[in-house]
């Protein structure tokens, strides 16, 4: 069984920086595509960033240039850098990959809190 592990949520003012990090644990498995989701009260969940495992990018238009998503696949880590926060950044943020063990599964983290106040 697979487990995302989010960690790096908090508290900042508009304009600071956050870095969530989010670990995978298990073993005999492979990691495809890892992502970040948000979703903010009252609204669907929205594809954040995504890395694929050859390090190609994808980016929401509301965070292209703020925000950096990276991955170690050595570590099976996916880290997302939010620099430049606004306050419609807050949201609780989510973990989320493709695992390939026996087959295809995809796996969500428990999520952690980001709030950027103005």
């Known amino acids: 069984q697979v487990q995302l592990v989010e960690s790096g949520g908090g508290l900042v003012q508009a304009g600071g920086s956050l870095r969530l990090s989010c670990a995978a644990s298990g073993s005999g498995f492979s990691i495809n595509t890892m992502r970040w989701y948000r979703q903010a009260p009252g609204n669907k969940r929205e594809l954040v960033a995504q890395i694929a495992r050859d390090g ?3 980016y929401a238009d509301s965070v292209k ?7 170690d696949n050595a570590k099976i880590t996916v880290v997302l850098q939010m620099n430049s ?3 419609e950044d807050t949201a609780v943020y989510y973990c989320n990959a493709d695992v390939l063990d026996i087959r295809l599964t995809n796996y969500w983290g428990q999520g952690t809190q980001v709030s950027v106040s103005s």
């Open 56 to 58: 190609r990018t994808n």
């Open 65 to 71: 240039g703020r925000f950096t998503i990276s991955r």
């Open 85 to 87: 926060l606004k306050p």
